[in-house]
Protein backbone atom coordinates (compact mmCIF):
# COMPACT_ATOMS: atom_id res chain seq x y z
CA UNK A 1 0.00 0.00 0.00
CA UNK A 2 2.91 2.52 0.58
CA UNK A 3 2.95 5.28 -1.86
CA UNK A 4 6.47 6.78 -1.07
CA UNK A 5 9.33 6.52 0.94
CA UNK A 6 8.41 5.91 4.72
CA UNK A 7 10.31 9.07 5.86
CA UNK A 8 8.56 12.08 3.56
CA UNK A 9 5.23 10.20 4.34
CA UNK A 10 2.64 12.10 6.05
CA UNK A 11 -0.09 10.78 7.73
CA UNK A 12 -3.64 13.20 8.05
CA UNK A 13 -5.37 11.98 10.70
CA UNK A 14 -9.17 13.45 11.51
CA UNK A 15 -10.84 12.43 14.78
CA UNK A 16 -10.98 13.67 17.84
CA UNK A 17 -7.88 14.42 20.63
CA UNK A 18 -8.23 15.19 24.66
CA UNK A 19 -7.49 14.36 28.10
CA UNK A 20 -8.21 11.38 29.59
CA UNK A 21 -8.90 10.77 33.42
CA UNK A 22 -9.15 7.26 35.37
CA UNK A 23 -10.09 6.72 38.24
CA UNK A 24 -9.32 2.97 39.59
CA UNK A 25 -11.57 1.10 41.96
CA UNK A 26 -13.69 4.26 43.08
CA UNK A 27 -15.75 4.04 45.67
CA UNK A 28 -19.59 2.95 44.27
CA UNK A 29 -22.56 5.61 44.88
CA UNK A 30 -19.90 8.28 46.06
CA UNK A 31 -21.85 11.21 44.02
CA UNK A 32 -24.23 11.83 47.12
CA UNK A 33 -28.01 13.02 45.90
CA UNK A 34 -28.18 16.56 47.98
CA UNK A 35 -25.35 18.95 46.97
CA UNK A 36 -23.46 20.96 49.61
CA UNK A 37 -20.61 23.67 49.41
CA UNK A 38 -18.70 21.99 52.42
CA UNK A 39 -16.48 18.70 52.98
CA UNK A 40 -18.59 15.94 55.22
CA UNK A 41 -17.94 12.80 56.50
CA UNK A 42 -20.44 11.66 53.77
CA UNK A 43 -19.07 13.45 50.86
CA UNK A 44 -15.19 13.17 51.76
CA UNK A 45 -14.35 9.35 50.98
CA UNK A 46 -10.75 8.01 50.09
CA UNK A 47 -9.18 6.98 46.87
CA UNK A 48 -6.84 4.16 46.94
CA UNK A 49 -5.00 5.28 44.02
CA UNK A 50 -4.21 8.62 42.57
CA UNK A 51 -6.36 9.42 39.19
CA UNK A 52 -4.36 8.89 36.15
CA UNK A 53 -4.11 11.23 33.90
CA UNK A 54 -3.38 10.92 29.89
CA UNK A 55 -3.90 11.14 26.22
CA UNK A 56 -7.39 10.33 24.86
CA UNK A 57 -9.21 10.54 21.91
CA UNK A 58 -8.99 8.58 18.56
CA UNK A 59 -7.16 10.35 16.79
CA UNK A 60 -5.02 12.02 19.47
CA UNK A 61 -3.90 8.24 20.47
CA UNK A 62 -3.44 6.79 16.93
CA UNK A 63 -1.23 10.25 15.95
CA UNK A 64 1.03 9.57 19.19
CA UNK A 65 2.02 5.95 18.11
CA UNK A 66 2.29 6.94 14.29
CA UNK A 67 4.36 9.96 15.86
CA UNK A 68 6.21 7.95 18.16
CA UNK A 69 7.06 5.19 15.36
CA UNK A 70 8.81 7.97 13.16
CA UNK A 71 5.68 8.90 10.94
CA UNK A 72 4.78 12.62 9.52
CA UNK A 73 1.72 13.30 11.14
CA UNK A 74 -0.85 15.99 10.84
CA UNK A 75 -3.63 16.03 13.33
CA UNK A 76 -7.38 17.54 12.79
CA UNK A 77 -8.15 17.86 16.21
CA UNK A 78 -9.88 20.90 17.65
CA UNK A 79 -7.85 21.58 21.05
CA UNK A 80 -8.46 24.18 23.39
CA UNK A 81 -6.14 26.43 24.97
CA UNK A 82 -7.20 25.84 28.44
CA UNK A 83 -5.33 23.80 30.88
CA UNK A 84 -6.24 20.19 29.24
CA UNK A 85 -5.63 21.26 25.68
CA UNK A 86 -1.99 21.97 26.84
CA UNK A 87 -1.39 19.15 28.24
CA UNK A 88 -3.03 17.74 24.68
CA UNK A 89 -0.88 19.82 22.88
CA UNK A 90 2.36 19.28 24.69
CA UNK A 91 2.12 15.57 24.82
CA UNK A 92 1.44 15.64 21.32
CA UNK A 93 4.68 17.56 20.38
CA UNK A 94 6.49 15.46 22.32
CA UNK A 95 5.52 12.98 19.81
CA UNK A 96 6.42 15.13 16.51
CA UNK A 97 2.45 15.89 15.61
CA UNK A 98 1.74 18.62 13.90
CA UNK A 99 -1.67 19.74 15.21
CA UNK A 100 -3.40 21.58 12.36
CA UNK A 101 -7.05 22.49 13.14
CA UNK A 102 -7.86 25.76 14.75
CA UNK A 103 -7.63 26.10 18.24
CA UNK A 104 -11.11 25.06 19.92
CA UNK A 105 -12.74 27.01 22.50
CA UNK A 106 -12.63 24.09 24.77
CA UNK A 107 -10.46 20.36 24.83
CA UNK A 108 -12.58 16.87 24.90
CA UNK A 109 -12.25 15.65 28.37
CA UNK A 110 -13.24 11.60 29.46
CA UNK A 111 -13.44 10.27 32.96
CA UNK A 112 -13.46 6.98 33.33
CA UNK A 113 -13.76 4.66 36.22
CA UNK A 114 -12.74 1.03 36.23
CA UNK A 115 -12.56 -1.44 38.85
CA UNK A 116 -10.10 -3.56 40.87
CA UNK A 117 -9.48 -5.65 37.80
CA UNK A 118 -9.23 -2.91 35.10
CA UNK A 119 -12.62 -3.78 33.66
CA UNK A 120 -14.34 0.10 32.80
CA UNK A 121 -17.53 1.03 35.12
CA UNK A 122 -18.32 3.49 33.08
CA UNK A 123 -17.39 7.31 31.06
CA UNK A 124 -18.39 10.99 31.57
CA UNK A 125 -17.25 12.68 28.29
CA UNK A 126 -17.28 16.00 27.35
CA UNK A 127 -16.98 15.90 23.73
CA UNK A 128 -15.61 19.46 22.85
CA UNK A 129 -15.99 21.37 19.92
CA UNK A 130 -17.01 20.59 16.94
CA UNK A 131 -14.59 19.04 14.25
CA UNK A 132 -13.98 20.29 10.57
CA UNK A 133 -13.37 17.35 8.02
CA UNK A 134 -13.30 18.92 5.33
CA UNK A 135 -9.34 20.72 6.87
CA UNK A 136 -8.20 17.26 6.18
CA UNK A 137 -9.26 16.90 2.80
CA UNK A 138 -7.24 20.45 2.23
CA UNK A 139 -3.60 18.57 2.95
CA UNK A 140 -1.87 18.83 0.16
CA UNK A 141 1.07 16.82 1.76
CA UNK A 142 -0.63 13.92 3.06
CA UNK A 143 -0.89 10.45 0.79
CA UNK A 144 -2.43 8.36 3.64
CA UNK A 145 -5.77 9.52 5.91
CA UNK A 146 -6.93 8.22 8.91
CA UNK A 147 -10.70 8.93 9.33
CA UNK A 148 -11.60 8.00 13.14
CA UNK A 149 -14.90 8.77 14.13
CA UNK A 150 -15.72 9.61 17.66
CA UNK A 151 -17.69 7.74 20.24
CA UNK A 152 -20.34 10.42 20.79
CA UNK A 153 -20.97 11.66 16.90
CA UNK A 154 -23.82 13.38 15.73
CA UNK A 155 -25.22 11.27 12.32
CA UNK A 156 -25.77 14.86 10.39
CA UNK A 157 -21.60 14.81 9.88
CA UNK A 158 -22.25 11.77 7.90
CA UNK A 159 -22.05 13.53 4.35
CA UNK A 160 -18.65 15.63 5.60
CA UNK A 161 -16.77 12.28 5.92
CA UNK A 162 -18.35 11.25 2.43
CA UNK A 163 -16.90 14.43 1.12
CA UNK A 164 -13.80 13.74 2.88
CA UNK A 165 -13.16 10.36 1.46
CA UNK A 166 -14.11 11.52 -1.82
CA UNK A 167 -11.87 14.34 -2.10
CA UNK A 168 -9.15 12.73 -0.18
CA UNK A 169 -8.92 9.91 -3.24
CA UNK A 170 -6.57 9.35 -5.68
CA UNK A 171 -3.61 6.97 -7.52
CA UNK A 172 -1.04 7.79 -4.94
CA UNK A 173 -3.12 8.08 -1.84
CA UNK A 174 -4.36 5.53 1.00
CA UNK A 175 -7.51 5.69 3.31
CA UNK A 176 -7.81 4.22 6.43
CA UNK A 177 -11.64 4.41 8.07
CA UNK A 178 -12.54 3.50 11.20
CA UNK A 179 -16.17 4.21 11.70
CA UNK A 180 -16.11 3.36 15.89
CA UNK A 181 -19.69 3.18 17.39
CA UNK A 182 -21.18 6.72 17.49
CA UNK A 183 -23.63 5.63 15.06
CA UNK A 184 -24.88 2.67 16.20
CA UNK A 185 -29.13 2.42 16.10
CA UNK A 186 -29.06 6.16 14.46
CA UNK A 187 -27.09 5.88 11.00
CA UNK A 188 -28.84 2.75 8.43
CA UNK A 189 -26.22 -0.04 7.05
CA UNK A 190 -26.30 1.62 3.53
CA UNK A 191 -24.70 4.82 4.86
CA UNK A 192 -22.12 2.94 6.40
CA UNK A 193 -21.16 0.83 3.20
CA UNK A 194 -21.72 4.69 0.87
CA UNK A 195 -18.52 5.64 3.24
CA UNK A 196 -16.35 1.96 3.13
CA UNK A 197 -16.77 2.16 -0.52
CA UNK A 198 -14.68 5.11 -0.48
CA UNK A 199 -11.52 3.69 1.26
CA UNK A 200 -8.86 1.49 0.45
CA UNK A 201 -8.33 0.06 4.30
CA UNK A 202 -11.51 -0.10 6.67
CA UNK A 203 -10.59 -1.13 10.50
CA UNK A 204 -12.85 -1.47 13.41
CA UNK A 205 -13.89 -4.00 16.16
CA UNK A 206 -15.62 -6.90 15.53
CA UNK A 207 -18.69 -5.84 17.32
CA UNK A 208 -18.76 -2.88 15.81
CA UNK A 209 -19.08 -3.96 11.82
CA UNK A 210 -21.05 -7.30 12.63
CA UNK A 211 -23.57 -4.17 13.51
CA UNK A 212 -23.51 -2.65 10.02
CA UNK A 213 -23.11 -6.01 8.15
CA UNK A 214 -25.21 -8.65 10.30
CA UNK A 215 -22.24 -11.29 10.02
CA UNK A 216 -22.57 -14.03 12.20
CA UNK A 217 -18.74 -14.27 12.74
CA UNK A 218 -15.51 -12.92 11.69
CA UNK A 219 -15.14 -14.33 8.24
CA UNK A 220 -18.35 -13.22 7.24
CA UNK A 221 -18.39 -9.59 8.45
CA UNK A 222 -15.08 -9.24 6.44
CA UNK A 223 -16.66 -10.75 3.42
CA UNK A 224 -19.63 -8.29 3.76
CA UNK A 225 -17.28 -5.26 4.40
CA UNK A 226 -15.06 -6.36 1.13
CA UNK A 227 -18.06 -6.45 -1.04
CA UNK A 228 -18.95 -2.40 0.07
CA UNK A 229 -15.43 -1.92 -1.66
CA UNK A 230 -12.20 -1.35 -0.08
CA UNK A 231 -9.83 -3.54 -1.15
CA UNK A 232 -8.68 -4.45 3.00
CA UNK A 233 -10.31 -4.96 5.92
CA UNK A 234 -8.82 -5.53 9.55
CA UNK A 235 -11.28 -6.72 12.66
CA UNK A 236 -10.17 -6.25 16.04
CA UNK A 237 -11.04 -8.93 18.58
CA UNK A 238 -9.83 -7.46 21.72
CA UNK A 239 -8.56 -10.56 23.65
CA UNK A 240 -9.23 -12.99 20.82
CA UNK A 241 -6.75 -11.28 18.38
CA UNK A 242 -7.49 -10.02 15.49
CA UNK A 243 -8.33 -10.79 11.76
CA UNK A 244 -8.23 -9.97 8.40
CA UNK A 245 -9.07 -10.16 4.41
CA UNK A 246 -8.55 -8.63 1.13
CA UNK A 247 -8.60 -8.83 -1.76
CA UNK A 248 -5.55 -10.46 -2.33
CA UNK A 249 -5.13 -12.21 1.06
CA UNK A 250 -7.66 -14.97 2.44
CA UNK A 251 -9.62 -14.62 5.60
CA UNK A 252 -7.13 -15.36 8.26
CA UNK A 253 -7.81 -15.21 12.33
CA UNK A 254 -4.25 -14.17 14.25
CA UNK A 255 -4.43 -15.22 17.60
CA UNK A 256 -3.92 -12.85 20.42
CA UNK A 257 -0.73 -11.50 21.85
CA UNK A 258 -0.16 -13.03 25.55
CA UNK A 259 0.54 -10.15 27.92
CA UNK A 260 2.02 -10.90 31.44
CA UNK A 261 -1.15 -9.08 32.94
CA UNK A 262 -4.27 -7.44 31.03
CA UNK A 263 -4.77 -3.68 32.36
CA UNK A 264 -6.65 -1.37 31.35
CA UNK A 265 -7.51 -1.61 27.60
CA UNK A 266 -8.18 2.41 26.84
CA UNK A 267 -6.28 3.61 23.82
CA UNK A 268 -5.54 0.26 22.65
CA UNK A 269 -7.44 -0.04 19.28
CA UNK A 270 -6.40 3.52 18.77
CA UNK A 271 -2.97 2.37 18.81
CA UNK A 272 -3.43 -0.53 17.16
CA UNK A 273 -4.90 1.78 14.36
CA UNK A 274 -1.55 4.03 14.38
CA UNK A 275 0.71 0.99 14.45
CA UNK A 276 -0.81 -1.01 11.32
CA UNK A 277 -0.71 2.07 9.22
CA UNK A 278 2.77 2.54 10.21
CA UNK A 279 3.77 -0.97 9.44
CA UNK A 280 1.95 -0.97 5.98
CA UNK A 281 3.71 2.63 5.38
CA UNK A 282 6.51 0.76 5.29
CA UNK A 283 5.47 -2.27 2.95
CA UNK A 284 5.01 -5.10 5.80
CA UNK A 285 2.95 -7.94 4.09
CA UNK A 286 -0.70 -7.23 5.43
CA UNK A 287 -0.21 -10.42 7.88
CA UNK A 288 3.12 -8.94 9.43
CA UNK A 289 1.10 -5.03 9.94
CA UNK A 290 -1.40 -6.90 11.63
CA UNK A 291 0.69 -8.79 13.64
CA UNK A 292 3.10 -5.48 14.69
CA UNK A 293 -0.43 -3.48 15.54
CA UNK A 294 -1.55 -6.82 17.80
CA UNK A 295 2.11 -6.27 19.47
CA UNK A 296 1.83 -2.54 20.02
CA UNK A 297 -1.52 -2.91 21.04
CA UNK A 298 -0.76 -5.59 23.75
CA UNK A 299 1.57 -3.46 25.37
CA UNK A 300 -0.56 -0.15 25.77
CA UNK A 301 -2.82 -2.83 27.73
CA UNK A 302 0.26 -4.11 29.51
CA UNK A 303 0.72 -1.14 30.72
CA UNK A 304 -2.94 -0.30 31.53
CA UNK A 305 -2.00 3.97 31.21
CA UNK A 306 -3.03 4.62 27.85
CA UNK A 307 -0.72 5.65 24.89
CA UNK A 308 1.22 7.89 26.74
CA UNK A 309 4.30 7.23 27.15
CA UNK A 310 4.76 4.37 24.81
CA UNK A 311 7.38 4.53 22.45
CA UNK A 312 9.98 5.83 25.32
CA UNK A 313 11.55 2.55 25.69
CA UNK A 314 10.97 0.54 22.76
CA UNK A 315 13.02 -2.51 22.94
Excluded at 8 to 29: I, K, Q, Y
Excluded at 92 to 114: F, Y
Excluded at 181 to 200: D, M, N, S, Y
Amino acid sequence: MSTENPPSTVVAVAGSAGLDVTLRDPPRHWIGEVGRDVYTHRTLLPLRSPAEMGLGGNGGSASYVLGKLGRRVHLNAPIGQDPAGQLVRGWLARAGVKCTAPIGRSTMQAITAVDAAGRRLGTLQHVGPTLDWSLSARDQEATWLLASLPGQIPLEVLPQILNLLEAFGGPDRVRVLDTGLGWTGKAEPEQVRELWAQAELVVGTLEELTVWTSGHDGREVAERVLTAGPGTVVLKMGSDGAAYRSVKEPYTHQPPVRVASSNVSIGAGDAFNGALISALIEDFPLPDAVAQAQRVAARVVQRGRGVLGWGENLA
